[in-house]
DNA sequence: GCCGGCAGTTTCCAGATGGATACCATGAAA
DNA sequence: TTTCATGGTATCCATCTGGAAACTGCCGGC
């Protein structure tokens, strides 16, 4: 089971913050987020937590890093891979049975929602 | 957060065996499948994680349970609903995403796969 | 020489989760 | 009367997760 693409994926973004993080990075104009602007963005979420995440997708292609070392303090930046812009496209499909069948808030119809903003 | 459609619904689907019980109602012609039947397809899971998983399905609408007391031994039997089957198809949407961008796991083109078999 | 900002790291802790195992009530069959 | 099948319960326990809070190294500015 542990070889299952399903299961695999669920995995992945089923951890508490992970889509938050991909929402936050898919947000904007701007390609690429540093470290302590999704931090605020985030609001509670802990450094730990959120450099956690960050190496899991990174690990899993969802996300590139980027280290800029020209300026001082070097600073870490963010970005979503096709991958990881390609799943974002996948929850919309789960929003859409989300809304259909069980939850029907308007909350989450409207693009403020974090989470539901897609 | 917590009110969030695209949360609740991964809350709901990323718990362990959730997803593996749902194929297991999905498979074959019968609708309803008793609970001894579910246990020893499933094979390794627990009991009380069977009825807790049952439990949470009836409550959000994804499974229904009918109790046969016509007969002796009473048994109980459990069959999809309409929004479980729809939310089998968002899994196809889950898997696909999985095989075109990271996971290119042959084992779980084919139906074989208890979990990505749908 | 101290302070502040960036990007983390470290340690410890509490709660949730699932697994293992044993147990239970019912009623028919042997 | 014991045994069996059904559909669960009840208890205990190890593990896993995420949160809280403090700390680190680097460097530039004041």
């Known amino acids: 089971m542990k070889d299952c693409t399903v299961y695999k994926t669920l995995t992945i973004i089923g951890k508490k913050w992970t889509l938050l993080i991909l929402f936050e990075l898919d947000r904007g104009s701007a390609p690429y987020k540093r470290f302590n602007e999704l931090r605020a963005a ?14 899991e ?9 980027r280290v800029d070392t020209t300026h001082i303090p070097i600073t870490s930046e963010y970005a979503l891979t096709e991958s990881g ?3 974002l496209r996948v929850v919309a499909a789960i929003k859409e049975w ?9 909350a989450c119809r409207c693009t403020s929602c974090k989470m539901c903003g897609i």
Chains 1, 2 share one sequence.
């Open 85 to 87: 812009t390609a799943l």
């Open 42 to 55: 985030l609001d509670t979420i802990t450094p730990k937590v959120l450099v956690q995440r960050l190496r």
């Open 98 to 106: 989300g809304l259909a069948y069980k939850f029907d808030n308007e």
């Open 57 to 65: 997708l990174e690990d899993d292609g969802l996300v590139v890093r």
